[in-house]
Each structure stands twice: as structure tokens, then as C-alpha cells.
């Protein structure tokens, strides 16, 4: 009886430590729950991230007389437009400071017309700076400057009054301006205005008052020399130009009688027919999405197109205006490819429909001769759908929907200043502060961010969600142990569990029992009952 007695005591011991393990272990995995939910602020979820800022598009004017450049920024999808001075303060009186701006990477420069330095455009940044060597005093230097096609890819400028070409140097920090190649011509001559690369490398010159085609070769130690025939000893001759698709330069007349072609060898030419005597006929010049190439006129009747396919030039639409220098800017849209005009003295926006062969005007009454408006106009950067101009005598900038045909002033009022804007130029897309390209960058880190912590609280949520249903069950075993011994009962949890366990089969049972089955009808016969073959044989 004692051996029995020790036996027994030990199986006690063992059971008690059996069960002490237990209550450990649970108490270790009620640790580690609480542990892990101790990371989360009452179980709230993560607060959900602020909406984006707006998505910003930024154009640059470029200023003449105004007295500083001006940022546009743009609302893609919203309906504000607001404007602000940056860069270099000028001062009131300071006049014809820049006329155009050349784009090379995502910056743009301006060379001085009577400015002292070149203006550099950052789009990358939104800096606004003067750069390199200061220039004489000397109106009418530089009008405007291009990209050449060469390794180097520096920027060069032919002289208008000034005697020797510029080259910009953008590789170098800071960029290196200097004056290079021979003395060309007087300071007294406007020689030459616009400026364009041709697809054989070399650079061309159209001539104002000089007599002959500049050609500039930027392979060959940046030598210069005129050639093509003698264009006569005409002021004004020409003051814009275009590539055409088949490598060919093309010049509207200002002056001249006809229209100017170079072609990639340097051949120069008059082709078209003679446009008579009127002057100041066309001022600007692109090429539309058709392949063709479009002037509105300026004191010309009518919109000139140039088929360099057909060596075909003609004039299209209806006769615009009476008299008054109606348009000096266009810039193509690169939503319906449609050619869009900023109105000089004419009184409505010029849409040209290049695959109609067909111009109108659209838009609000912006007022008559008296006042010359806008001479700068470009397309927005993408995916901004609207095209801008810049105002000359006007006060505000000019937003023009291509989509709805609409027209508005938007923007602050810059004042009486004449001639306030020569260029504009689309910048960037910015977003929060920042280039677009980088916002995006940030906000995917952060939303991947946010998306983890999204998981970690989902499952956190779970496990106490899981432990609260621990508890809950424990409690209710603990409830049953203490009902079952106040009744004499000798059932446990595991007893609960099992009879749980066996109720919830047998219910299963009876449901798959009221269920329809596929198996053989004969299986189904009641057992109880008896059948009619049984009775007859009891019969």
C-alpha cells in the first residue's frame, strides 16, 4: 500500500508539473502577442496619406523690355494660372534686352540683343540666371542662337550688328561665351536675323540687310563665309526660317518677293512666285504635322503654305484683316496638330487647319489696330494640352484651348510697358515642389510605405482578434469547470470540446440527410417501413 501511495504522489507531481508547462507556454505566447501589439496605437489604422499636390506645367517669358523674365505655372487639371517675376531684376528702363531663346538639353539661353549678358534658362530647376562674359552697350548684337549638330553640340549666334559670331559652350562649368571667327560686315548693318542648323551639319544665316546666306561650319574650326547668289541691297529681307521634312530650309518673305530655299549641300535659291512689293508680308514661319509649311501673315492678305514636295507656294484662306500687321507668332498644337496665331493688331486667335488647307479665326474680340498685342506663342509642355502667349502692349498672358476653341487672358496684369515679351518657352512639369520624375520617385517609396503598414496592422488586427477569441474560449472553459463542479459533474474542457465536437457532427448529419443526394433511389427505402413484398408474404 505505500509503494501504491508514492506511485501515486509522483503521477500527482507529474501531472502538476505537466500542467504548469502548459500554463507556461501560454503565458509566453500571451507575452509575445501583447508584444507585437504594442507597436500599434490602439489598434488604429494608419492614417491614410494627404492628397497629391496639383500638377504643375511651367512656361518662361522671355523679356524685351519688361523687367524681369516671368514663370507661368499651370495647372494641368484645373483652371489657375498664376504668374511671378524671377531671375535678374533689369529695371524699368531697360529696353530690347532678348529676342529669342535656344534649347539645348533643358536649358534654354538667350543671347543679348542689347542686353550685357546671356540669359540661361534651367528647367531643371527653375533658375533663372545671367552667365558667362558681359557685353558691350551696343543695341542689336545677337538676335538669336542654335544647337549645332556636330560632337561638340555647341550653340552659335550670327551677328546682327555685331562683327564676330558667338559660341556658347554649355558642356563646360560654367558655360564657356566667347566671340569666334573673322570680322563679318558693320556695326551699323542689321546683317543677320534669324538662324537655323541644316541636316549636312553646317549652319545658315538668313540675311536682313546683308546682300548673301551666311554659311557657318562648326566642323571645320567654326569658319564663316556668304554664299548663294546676291539678294540685292533690299532692307528687311527675311527674318524667319524652318526645316522642311526633306532637309531643305525654307524662308518666308519680310520684304523680299519670294520665298528662300537652302538646301543640305548649301545651294541656295528663289523659288515660288513673286509676291509683289508689299512690306512686312511674313514674320514667322513652322512646319505642321502634314509636312507642310505655314506663314501667317503679318501686312500679306492671306496664309502662305510651301509644299516642299511640289516646290509649290500659295496662299490659302480667306483674306484676313485691312491693312493692319495682323499676326507675328504661330506655334503648332500638339493635340489636333492645328496651327495657332497669337493676334499683333488683328482682333481674334488665326487657327489653320493644315489638312483642310483652310484658316479662321476663334475666340474673343481682343481688340483692334490700335494696340500691338502678342508676338510670342508656344505649345505647353506635355501633357498640358494649351498653347500661351506672351503680351507685347497687352497686359496679360493669352491661354488658347485647342479643344474648345476657347480663348482667355489669365494671369496678373503686367502694366503699360511696350514691347514687354519677345520669346516664351515651355519648362517643365513640376509636382510639390519638385520636377514631376522626382515626386514619383518619392511617392511610390511612400506608398510602398504605407502599404506595409497597412499589412503589419491588418495583422495585428487578426492576432488580437485571435487572442480575444483565446480568452474568450478560456474563460468559458474555466465557467464550465466551475458549473460542472458545483453540480458533481466530472466533465472537463476536453469533455466540452468532444460533446461540442459530436453535436456538431450529428448536425452535419442531419443536414447532409435533408440534402438531396445522387446516390441509387433504392438506397433510400426506409428501413422502418416495412414493404409491400414483406406484407404479402405475411399474408
Known amino acids: 500500500m505505500a509503494a501504491e501511495a508514492?506511485?501515486?504522489?509522483?503521477?500527482?507531481?507529474?501531472?502538476?508539473?505537466?500542467?504548469?508547462?502548459?500554463?507556461?507556454?501560454?503565458?509566453?505566447?500571451?507575452?509575445?502577442?501583447?508584444?507585437?501589439?504594442?507597436?500599434?496605437?490602439?489598434?488604429e489604422a494608419p492614417v491614410a496619406p494627404a492628397a497629391p499636390p496639383p500638377v504643375i506645367a511651367k512656361l518662361y517669358g522671355i523679356p524685351r523690355d519688361y523687367k524681369r523674365p516671368v514663370e507661368v505655372s499651370v495647372e494641368i487639371d484645373g483652371t489657375k494660372v498664376s504668374c511671378k517675376p524671377i531671375g535678374p531684376d533689369y529695371g524699368e528702363n531697360s529696353a530690347s534686352k532678348f529676342i529669342h531663346a535656344c534649347k539645348?538639353?533643358?536649358?534654354?539661353?538667350?543671347?543679348?540683343?542689347?542686353?550685357?549678358?546671356?540669359?540661361?534658362?534651367?528647367?531643371?530647376?527653375?533658375?533663372?540666371?545671367?552667365?558667362?562674359?558681359?557685353?558691350?552697350?551696343?543695341?542689336?548684337?545677337?538676335?538669336?542662337?542654335?544647337?549645332?549638330?556636330?560632337?561638340h553640340a555647341c550653340m552659335y549666334a550670327a551677328p546682327c550688328r555685331a562683327q564676330r559670331m558667338l559660341e556658347i559652350d554649355k558642356e563646360t562649368v560654367p558655360p564657356t561665351i566667347k566671340e569666334v571667327g573673322p570680322v563679318l560686315g558693320s556695326k551699323k548693318?542689321?546683317?543677320?536675323?534669324?538662324?537655323?542648323?541644316?541636316?549636312?551639319?553646317?549652319?545658315?544665316?538668313?540675311?536682313?540687310?546683308?546682300?548673301?546666306?551666311?554659311e557657318i561650319d562648326p566642323n571645320r574650326g567654326v569658319t564663316a563665309k556668304m554664299v548663294g547668289p546676291d539678294l540685292g541691297s533690299v532692307k528687311g529681307k527675311y527674318c524667319c526660317i524652318a526645316e522642311a521634312p526633306n532637309g531643305n530650309l525654307y524662308c518666308?518673305?519680310?520684304?523680299?518677293?519670294?520665298?528662300?530655299?537652302?538646301?543640305?549641300q548649301g545651294r541656295v535659291r528663289l523659288v515660288g512666285p513673286d509676291l509683289g512689293d508689299t512690306e512686312r508680308k511674313y514674320t514667322c514661319i513652322v512646319q505642321a504635322p502634314n509636312k507642310l509649311l505655314y506663314a501667317p501673315p503679318l501686312y500679306a492678305d492671306r496664309v502662305l503654305e510651301i509644299?516642299?514636295?511640289?516646290?509649290?507656294?500659295?496662299?490659302?484662306?480667306?483674306?484676313l484683316g485691312v491693312g493692319?500687321?495682323?499676326?507675328?507668332?504661330?506655334?503648332?498644337?500638339?493635340?489636333?496638330?492645328?496651327?495657332?496665331?497669337a493676334p499683333l493688331e488683328a482682333r481674334k486667335v488665326l487657327e489653320i487647319d493644315p489638312e483642310r488647307h483652310e484658316s479662321h479665326q476663334i475666340g474673343l474680340d481682343l481688340g483692334g489696330q490700335d494696340i500691338e498685342k502678342y508676338s510670342a506663342i508656344c505649345a505647353g509642355p506635355e501633357p498640358c494640352s494649351k498653347m500661351y502667349a506672351a503680351p507685347r502692349n497687352a497686359h496679360c498672358f493669352l491661354e488658347i484651348c485647342p479643344r474648345r476653341a476657347y480663348v482667355r487672358e489669365v494671369g496678373s496684369d503686367h502694366g503699360r510697358v511696350n514691347r514687354k515679351f519677345s520669346c516664351i518657352v515651355p519648362g517643365s512639369i513640376w509636382q510639390g515642389g519638385m520636377l514631376k520624375v522626382d515626386y514619383d520617385v518619392i511617392q511610390a517609396k511612400k506608398d510602398l510605405d504605407y502599404q506595409h503598414k497597412i499589412d503589419k496592422w491588418e495583422r495585428r488586427t487578426s492576432s488580437h482578434q485571435e487572442a480575444m477569441m483565446k480568452d474568450a474560449f478560456m474563460h468559458g472553459r474555466k465557467m464550465s469547470s466551475v458549473s460542472n463542479s458545483r453540480s458533481g459533474s466530472k466533465v472537463d474542457g476536453i469533455g466540452l470540446w468532444s460533446h461540442a465536437q459530436s453535436r456538431?457532427?450529428?448536425?452535419?448529419?442531419?443536414?447532409?440527410?435533408?440534402?438531396?443526394?445522387?446516390?441509387?433511389?433504392?438506397?433510400?427505402?426506409?428501413?422502418?417501413?416495412?414493404?409491400?413484398?414483406?406484407?404479402?408474404?405475411?399474408?
Open 189 to 214: 548693318m542689321n546683317k543677320w536675323w534669324a538662324i537655323a542648323a541644316s541636316c549636312g551639319g553646317r549652319i545658315y544665316a538668313i540675311p536682313y540687310d546683308a546682300p548673301r546666306v551666311l
Open 6 to 43: 508514492i506511485a501515486a504522489d509522483a503521477a500527482a507531481l507529474r501531472l502538476g508539473a505537466g500542467a504548469e508547462g502548459d500554463q507556461a507556454e501560454e503565458n509566453q505566447e500571451e507575452k509575445e502577442d501583447s508584444e507585437e501589439l504594442e507597436d500599434s496605437s490602439e489598434d
Open 252 to 264: 518666308a518673305p519680310l520684304n523680299a518677293k519670294q520665298v528662300l530655299e537652302i538646301d543640305p
Open 104 to 151: 539645348k538639353d533643358n536649358s534654354y539661353f538667350s543671347v543679348p540683343y542689347d542686353g550685357r549678358k546671356v540669359l540661361e534658362i534651367d528647367c531643371n530647376t527653375g533658375v533663372v540666371q545671367e552667365t558667362g562674359k558681359t557685353f558691350r552697350k551696343e543695341g542689336g548684337k545677337y538676335t538669336e542662337a542654335v544647337c549645332s549638330t556636330n560632337s
Open 307 to 319: 509644299n516642299c514636295a511640289r516646290g509649290d507656294v500659295r496662299e490659302i484662306g480667306e483674306i
Open 504 to 539: 456538431s457532427a450529428s448536425k452535419a448529419d442531419i443536414s447532409q440527410s435533408r440534402s438531396p443526394s445522387k446516390v441509387d433511389p433504392i438506397d433510400t427505402i426506409d428501413e422502418r417501413k416495412p414493404s409491400k413484398l414483406s406484407m404479402f408474404n405475411r399474408k
Open 324 to 341: 493692319e500687321a495682323k499676326y507675328a507668332c504661330a506655334a503648332v498644337s500638339p493635340l489636333n496638330g492645328m496651327v495657332y496665331c
